[in-house]
Nanobody, 126 residues
Framework: QVHLVESGGGLVQPGGSLRVSCTLS????????VGWFRQAPGKGREGLSC????????GYADSVRRRFTISRDTTNNSVHLQMNSLNPEDPAVYYC???????????????????WGQGTQVTVSS
């Protein structure tokens, strides 16, 4: 059974960094792509990044392209999102998800994804 669990959220100061992680079970990163999303209060779920299964290539939304980095650990079947230069527009619940496809679809849209974790809260405040 497909299962995703996010971790690593928390409180960080503006300009700081944080890494959130997604631990997967029921499928392999060698087979399916994984995406990261976030949802702030009153807003829709925003696609941030995706990493493909075939070659680990990554895609990013323009809003995070130069600040966030997605990576994967195929040994531990986990995906990470390193977030740098966090600002007041970044606080949200961060989710990982998969659509059980090997390649990332563009755009990185929540509607494409069927399996989601429970999310982890990221807060940016001084």
């Amino acid at each position: 059974q497909v299962h995703l669990v996010e971790s690593g959220g928390g409180l960080v100061q503006p300009g700081g960094s944080l890494r959130v992680s997604c631990t997967l079970s029921g499928f392999s990163l060698d087979s399916y792509a994984v995406g990261w999303f976030r949802q702030a209060p009153g807003k829709g779920r925003e696609g941030l990044s995706c990493i493909s299964a075939s070659d680990g290539s990554a895609g990013y939304a323009d809003s995070v392209r130069r600040r966030f980095t997605i990576s994967r650990d195929t040994t531990n079947n986990s995906v990470h999102l390193q977030m740098n230069s966090l600002n007041p527009e970044d606080p949200a619940v961060y989710y990982c998800a998969t659509d059980l496809k090997s390649s990332c679809r563009r755009p990185i849209a929540a509607a494409f994804y069927d399996y989601w974790g429970q999310g982890t809260q990221v807060t940016v405040s001084s």
